[in-house]
């Protein structure tokens, strides 16, 4: 259920407001049989070993896809118009890999799962998933405008009203990917999920992003103050690089062969 939130959420300058936000929680990594303390135990027990930690294998995109549709369908038109365009940290360290866009058969929502080739935190833990998936949801109305976007943010969605406000934006976090709908101010998303607790967590989690160097090239900090880690100023559209567009309301399958394996296996629709 959402949390409540008696506060109307704002907009930085330059944005008009999104006219409603709400929060849901979720299960950040469905897959995973280990809980999270006995997967951090299991890592500290074998620090001294970091350089054997999970590496990525990403596959090629395979020539079939289960249910996927044709590039020519009007589904997959639908889903190239409709689909973010990103704000990237600018310094961010990883590449976006692969994005698979998910059609509801059922309602007029689109997921977008965007594959991140690493996190930033956490990559040299055993049992952890080397990959970065994360989601953003669109919502469209009879004439195909989007009226309503989700995206998830650690284990939460966060939800924002947006009617007639064009094309649909999306910030991504350096390092951690998490995506908040363009223009949020901070103070309206989760109390413990501040994005200046992020950037705290850059700082006093130095152990960890040097260990997960150990495991495969990744950055050496977040050398920069706090205004940087909010200038989300690349730009990635993803209407011109959807490697499938599957219509279906269960897409693990087409996941897995997109992704490969393990990869989070995080919340399929809002």
């Keep these: 259920m959402p949390l409540l939130n008696s506060n109307q ?52 995109v395979p020539v079939a896809v289960p249910a996927a549709v044709e590039a020519t369908d009007s589904g997959a038109t639908l889903a190239r118009s409709l689909a973010p365009l990103l704000y990237v940290q600018r310094d ?16 007029r929502i689109i997921a977008y799962h965007l594959l991140w080739q690493d996190d930033v935190h956490g990559s040299w833990i055993p049992f952890t998933v080397p990959t970065d998936e994360e989601i953003i949801w669109v919502g469209y109305d009879a004439t195909h405008a989007p009226t309503d976007i989700w995206t998830f943010w650690h284990g939460n969605v966060l939800h924002a009203d947006w009617r007639d406000r064009g094309q ?12 908040l709908p363009h223009g949020i101010v901070e ?11 992020f950037y705290a967590f850059s700082w006093i989690g130095l152990p960890d992003i040097w260990l997960g160097d150990l495991t ?5 900090c977040f050398c920069h103050g706090y205004s940087r880690y909010r200038d989300f100023s690349t730009q990635i559209r993803l209407g011109g690089r959807l490697d499938v567009v599957v219509r279906t309301e269960d897409p693990t399958d087409a996941l897995t062969a997109v992704f490969g394996r393990p990869y989070s296996h995080k919340k399929q629709w809002p």
């Design 216 to 220: 495969r090239r990744g950055p050496v």
């Design 168 to 179: 649909v934006a999306v910030d991504v976090q350096w390092g951690k990917h998490g995506s």
């Design 187 to 197: 103070s309206d998303l989760p109390a413990l999920k501040k994005l200046n607790l």
């Design 9 to 60: 959420p704002r907009m930085t300058s330059g944005a008009g407001p999104p006219k409603q936000l709400t929060f849901y929680f979720s299960k950040t990594n469905q897959g995973s049989n280990l809980s999270l303390y006995r997967r951090v135990a299991a890592g500290l027990a074998l620090a001294g070993t970091a350089a054997c930690g999970p590496h990525a294998h990403i596959p090629p």
């Design 92 to 107: 961010e360290w990883f590449p976006l890999d692969r994005i698979v866009a998910v059609l509801n058969p059922d309602q």
